[in-house]
């Protein structure tokens, strides 16, 4: 059974960062897919960015491209999130997502789940 636990999330300034993380427990992940979406108040969860386990191959929306990085830890089975150059339109609950074998921007593609986490960014 695979766990995904998010961290990191908070409050802050626009223009500020924060690094989230998404530690993954469960089976062997050499082949699995790691992907990160946001869901903001009456909105429908939206892709972020993406990455194979090796880190080899990485997809970004295009609202987060050159100011968010995703990274794998294959030591530590951990994700991350680097977010730079926080906008408050980045306001949301940010949510890890893995599949064994799928890399896609379809959040119904991604079988496991964390349980979210808020990042606010204030005006």
């Known amino acids: 059974q695979v766990q995904l636990v998010e961290s990191g999330g908070g409050l802050v300034q626009a223009g500020g960062s924060l690094r989230l993380s998404c530690a993954a427990s469960?089976?062997?992940?050499?082949?699995?897919?790691m992907a990160w979406f946001r869901q903001a108040p009456g909105k429908e969860r939206a892709f972020v960015a993406s990455?194979?386990?090796?880190?080899?191959?990485?997809d970004y929306a295009d609202s987060v491209k050159g100011r968010f990085t995703i990274s794998i830890d294959n030591a530590k089975n951990t994700a991350y999130l680097q977010m730079n150059s926080l906008k408050p339109e980045d306001t949301a609950v940010y949510y890890c997502?893995?599949?064994?074998?799928?890399?896609?921007?379809?959040?119904?593609?991604?079988?496991?789940w964390g349980q979210g986490t808020q990042v606010t960014v204030s005006s």
């Open positions: 990455s194979s386990w090796s880190g080899g191959s990485t």
């Open positions: 469960g089976p062997t992940f050499n082949n699995y897919a």
């Open positions: 997502a893995a599949h064994p074998f799928v890399r896609s921007r379809r959040p119904t593609d991604y079988n496991y």
